[in-house]
């Protein structure tokens, strides 16, 4: 595992002389090298175990590496509206994120040593599940169409929501498949070419990302799961991939904007936008050039920099924007109750609140909603303070998850843990809304398993014992596993 380490490490040395010679080294830049070098140690702890076990917590620890500190490291423009962070803001905003980045992995390791029992993680799905997923692809498939025609009452919309996951659900099962090479022809067939563009076609469709990139991690937390290595190709065929479809994002916003069509709901709301999308593609197709691509690129690197937007929030908090004090996380107490029993639930509109506060958005903008990221909704409410506790707490909540997903003991609960898991890469997103449905998630696809897959998976012997590994074991990391992670 020294291959990967020193890759890292030359990258950011790259990155650094980069800077230097750009005159634009300051401390912020070895602030966000020493960050996004310790985000990765957790990806290390992986590879060097011995025994194989769930890669969710080393790269969801990478994702706040790769958010808060990458672009600190990038010459890349940031969002315009991040554009006059002070350079006072930007560093302290970096070495707050770091104190969250390292409380985070201390509330992980810090429980799973102090609770190191638990049995060996398995992901046997049978070669004849294949039918199954498929119908409870096509279940989610009706959710989803469901979700946008939006003739359900507001009180049942929880259990739509819950039903489209199930498409998700579903295309990680039959990857699983495929990775092991026990899937007919015509189920990968309805995987690429039915549920996969259909995930697409509703995330473009909603003008939001984060269900791509979603189902992208899962599908890489399972092929690291089953091959034990870092598919680097697939993951620079995915960037190209993804970069065109900012570019088209951006030219789709654009028309959409300025559109004067007839606003439609439901199915005609998406026939509508792929029509914008199709006309965003000629827009893009025409005009494709060099100053085209650098934009994409800035879109895209825009799209996930949480680094300037930090240094903007701590530049405006507790000065001019005074702290919330907790006001975000009031909706926990309501959160578990179902509408349905409790129509006037208030809803959650944290995002387009923060977009006034900071003066992202326009004064008659009550629609737009501006992500309001974990570690950052943290120091909104508490400051410092509230980094450092909350998100060792944050970090305890994943050892949690894990050691309860890992007590079933069912034959495909490596499946059913990576799917619920993947929903919290969401960490730009405030915490309620991430973690507030998790529960119904998991009470809901344990009935579906239940009921669909108990004769569908492969036969573990009950003799089997607990295999806790190197990480589950909770060992620390001590200077010398630093030297040497193999």
């Known amino acids: 595992m020294r291959r990967p380490y020193g890759w890292l490490t030359g990258f950011i040395v790259i990155l650094n002389v980069g800077a230097w010679v750009r005159s634009e080294w300051q401390f912020s830049v070895a602030v966000c090298s020493a960050g996004l070098f310790w985000s990765f140690i957790p990806v290390i702890r992986h590879f060097a175990s011995p025994d194989r076990h769930l890669p969710f917590f080393p790269f969801i620890s990478l994702l706040y590496g790769i958010y808060y500190f990458a672009f600190g490291l990038l010459p890349f423009e940031p969002y315009y509206t991040m554009a006059t962070v002070s350079q006072e803001g930007l560093l302290w905003g970096e070495i707050y994120a770091l104190i969250g980045v390292i409380s985070m992995q201390a509330g992980y390791y810090l429980f799973i040593k102090s609770y190191p029992g638990s049995r060996k993680i398995t992901l046997d799905l049978a070669k004849d599940a294949s039918l199954s997923l498929v119908l409870i692809g096509l279940a989610g498939v009706i959710g989803w169409l469901l979700t946008f025609i939006k003739l359900v009452p507001l009180s049942f919309q929880m259990v739509i929501t819950l039903t489209s996951e199930l498409l998700v659900f579903a295309f990680s099962g039959l990857f699983y498949l495929q990775l092991k090479n026990i899937i007919k022809f015509v189920y990968l067939l309805t995987n690429w070419f039915v ?30 799961f089953i091959k034990n290595t870092i598919p680097w190709r697939n993951l620079a065929m995915t960037l190209v991939v993804l970069l065109p479809i900012f570019f088209l994002k951006t030219a789709f916003r654009q028309l959409e904007t300025a559109s004067n069509k007839e606003k439609f709901s439901g199915i005609g709301q998406m026939a509508q936008r792929v029509q914008i999308y199709q006309e965003a593609g000629q827009v893009l197709i025409e005009n494709l050039d060099s100053q085209t691509l650098l934009v994409g690129y800035n879109t895209m690197a825009s799209r996930f920099d949480l680094t300037h937007m930090f240094g903007f929030v ?7 924007v005074p702290h919330l004090y907790g006001k975000t996380y009031h909706s926990l107490l309501w959160k578990p109750i179902p509408r349905v029993l409790y129509p006037s639930k208030p809803k959650e509109n944290w995002g387009n609140e923060l977009g006034h506060r900071f003066g992202w958005l326009g004064e008659d903008d009550d629609d737009t909603s501006v992500n309001m990221p974990q570690m950052i909704e943290l120091y909104l409410n508490f400051g410092i303070i509230g980094v450092t506790f909350g998100m060792f707490f944050v970090g305890t909540i994943y050892a949690v998850l894990i050691r309860f997903l890992y007590s079933g003991f069912h034959p495909i609960q490596g499946l059913i843990a990576l799917f619920l898991l993947s929903s919290l ?12 449905g998790l529960p119904y998630t998991i009470l809901f696809l344990g009935f579906i398993i239940k009921q669909v897959f108990n004769n569908k998976i492969e036969s573990i012997p009950e003799s089997l014992e607990p295999r806790p590994s190197a990480i589950e074991a909770g060992t620390s990391l001590t200077s010398q596993e630093l030297a040497s992670p193999t």
């Open 425 to 436: 890469f969401n960490i730009e997103s405030n915490f309620s809304l991430v973690f507030g």
């Open 314 to 320: 701590v530049d405006f908090t507790p000065s001019q």
């Open 195 to 224: 549920f996969f563009p259909i995930i697409v076609f509703t995330t473009l469709a909603t003008s939001l990302l984060y269900p791509m990139l979603r189902i992208i991690l899962l599908a890489f937390l399972i092929y690291v």
